[in-house]
């Protein structure tokens, strides 16, 4: 069984900073592409940033420049460090991961249980 636990989320001032972390443990053959999505009180869950497993990176036109997504193979592991946070950056973000389980099974995309970010002063 695959899982995905977030963590880094809290409380911080506008124009602060926060780094979040998802870490994926279980039964991981290959992990493809791994990102974060978003969550406001009363709108749809978006998408963030992406990263694939080569490295490369893509983000929302909302949070470029501001946030950077990495990754670290050998731990299964995807950051999110933000800065120059704004009020509303203020949402509770999930990662999600196409994991392929095992060599005999297909990929599947797998979702974390979500960390709440507030940007507030």
């Known amino acids: 069984q695959v899982q995905l636990v977030e963590s880094g989320g809290g409380l911080v001032q506008p124009g602060g900073s926060l780094r979040l972390s998802c870490a994926a443990s279980g039964s991981i053959f290959s992990i493809n592409a791994m990102g974060w999505y978003r969550q406001a009180p009363g709108k749809q869950r978006e998408w963030v940033a992406g990263v694939s497993s080569g490295g490369s990176t893509n983000y929302a036109d909302s949070v470029k420049g501001r946030f950077t997504i990495s990754r670290d193979n050998a731990k299964n592991t995807v950051y999110l460090q933000m800065i120059s946070l704004k009020t509303e950056d203020t949402a509770v973000y999930y990662c999600?991961?196409?994991?392929?389980?095992?060599?005999?099974?297909?990929?599947?995309?797998?979702w974390g249980q979500g960390t709440q970010v507030t940007v507030s002063s």
């Open positions: 999600n991961a196409n994991i392929r389980p095992s060599e005999a099974l297909g990929s599947n995309y797998y």
